[in-house]
């Protein structure tokens, strides 16, 4: 199987690394929010290539949204990202990355607590704790648990599972991650569709 790259596609990939790079270096919440706005409109991009784009771009674009999108799914879903993701090399080499590289100034959660005053009177009523998160590991706990300020209580009812709780760091990271893998899906899928009976394509592809 022959995988072949446009000089387009390398500078493609020379600045997104270019990127990721800064994004991690000085990892915040404002790189954070780029780096996802970014790829969320990569993945419209890919999805209406997938749909209406040429006969050459479709298999690219989908690979790329199958492996982008399912990684993210793995590391971000509500069960996935407690259950899966932390057995994934990817969240253990992110996570000993960070501990090495901001040692001395770890990024802060994604996800911070949230407090609800049901009646107004500007006495909080709720505080919802964030997942269990412990630097330089993957994140903690299923869900998260109501406490009652008033009474100091936990809620009997606990608040629904959520997606694990990253730091910035990490967080920011795997969205990288999802995008290199899906640029290797996206070369793979075309590579596989070249080499498919009836391409015009695989007339010109040497043996092997």
């Known amino acids: 199987m022959n995988l072949r790259f446009s000089l387009r596609q390398l500078l493609v990939v020379i600045a997104v690394a270019a990127v990721a790079c800064a994004a991690l270096a000085r990892p915040s919440y404002l790189w954070h929010s780029a780096i996802v706005t970014a790829t969320v409109i990569a993945m419209m991009g890919m999805l209406i290539a997938a749909c ?8 690219f674009a989908v690979g790329w949204l199958i492996i982008a999108i399912g990684y993210l799914a793995i590391v971000l879903g509500p069960w996935t990202a407690t259950q899966v993701a932390p057995q994934l090399l990817t969240t ?16 802060p959660p994604v996800f911070q607590p949230a407090t609800i005053d049901y009646n107004g009177d500007g006495v909080v009523d709720i505080w919802v704790s964030e997942p269990g998160y412990i630097y330089g590991q993957p994140a903690g706990g299923s869900g998260t648990i ?20 990253y730091s910035v760091f990490q967080s920011t990271a795997h969205w990288l991650v999802a995008v290199a893998l899906g640029q290797v899906g996206g070369w793979l899928a075309s590579a596989l569709a070249r080499r498919q009976p009836g391409n015009p394509q695989r007339e010109a592809l040497p043996p092997g």
């Open 52 to 59: 209406v784009g040429s006969e050459r771009a479709r298999p």
């Open 92 to 107: 253990k080499a992110l996570a000993n990355l960070e501990a090495r590289w901001h040692a001395t100034e770890p990024s």
């Open 146 to 165: 109501l406490w009652n300020v008033n009474t100091g209580q936990a809620v009997p009812r606990p608040a629904p599972a959520v997606s694990a709780n």
